[in-house]
């Protein structure tokens, strides 16, 4: 049974930092992608970041590149998200997925396990 728990949400002020951690069991994540979607209040679930277990590509949406980076340590099978300078439109609840090896990652509909997710909230 694959599992993603996700941890290290919280609140934290404009200009801050936040690193997020998704911890993965129940299947090979080696021949899969690894995601971070986030949902605001009242708004469609929007891709964040992604990365290809095995190469290690990655992958990120337009509103955090150069501010949030993507990693995985595969002995742990953790995957995380560095975010800095944090803005309140990064306030949201963030998901973690988990997607077919060689799906479009950007899309919500290629990932097939998702976590409860862990609420962000960035006040100004």
């Known amino acids: 049974q694959v599992q993603l728990v996700e941890s290290g949400g919280g609140l934290v002020q404009a200009g801050g930092s936040l690193r997020l951690s998704c911890a993965a069991s129940?299947?090979?994540?080696?021949?899969?992608?690894m995601g971070w979607f986030r949902q605001a209040p009242g708004q469609e679930r929007e891709f964040v970041a992604a990365i290809r277990w095995s190469s290690g590509s990655t992958y990120y949406a337009d509103s955090v590149t150069g501010r949030f980076t993507i990693s995985r340590d595969n002995a742990k099978n953790m995957v995380y998200l560095q975010m800095n300078s944090l803005k309140p439109e990064d306030t949201a609840v963030y998901y973690c997925a988990t997607a077919g090896r060689s799906a479009p990652v950007r899309v919500a509909r290629s990932y097939d396990y998702w976590g409860q997710g862990t609420q962000v909230t960035v006040s100004s």
């Open positions: 129940g299947r090979t994540f080696s021949s899969y992608a």
